[in-house]
């Protein structure tokens, strides 16, 4: 698995790349989450499935994807819909648009599973924190719990949606998630790279 350093060292990489202008597409930057996620990643197998959002970098490289490989999609203008059929990866530049999605591969696996009582496979959704405020979420997890699927949805909260702050798009003083059991995942973290692009405007050729 890949280390915080490397992490970083590969999203900066990508950062010159966009502010040199050769990448010709908007990309989404991580920062200031990688223990975070090195944390959870210790429990996601190489079998596992894993469903990313348009900021999904972080999460290609620790399932272990090659990072060459990445970055020539990245280059190719294909940073929000990062595919990889071999690694079980998969992404959606859609707000809530890949919940569904891996609701429906938990359901197959449970189905496939329930002979042998035993799941072999799991899924990881990552959303955001805007993601995790709507009612998709609230239906996927309502569903997924209630079936005891193999599922576990994290939310990845720094606060924004967007550039506008999560508590400032829904009114409300305190940005809360209800009772939630095992198969939920929070963690909040400072975020340290800009939503789209890498905070500057770029002159492209």
Known sequence: MMT????????????QEFLAAHIHAPIHLSGGNEDALLGIFQDVKP????????????HALLKGIDPKWLKDE?????????????????????????????LGVAMGIERMAREEQLFKEMVWCFVGDMAASTGVFYEAYKYADSR?????LVEEDNGFSSDTPTRVVWGINEHHCPHRRTRFKQYKYERTEAHCGAGHWVTFA
């Open 4 to 15: 915080g350093e490397e992490l970083i060292a590969f999203e900066q990489d990508i950062k």
């Open 47 to 58: 079998h596992d499935w894993v469903f990313s959002t348009w900021r999904s970098h972080y």
């Open 74 to 102: 990245i280059m190719a203008g294909r940073s929000m819909s990062i595919m990889s059929p071999e690694h079980k990866f998969f992404s959606s530049s859609i707000v809530g648009g890949i919940i569904p999605i891996a």
């Open 148 to 152: 005891d699927l193999p599922i576990v």
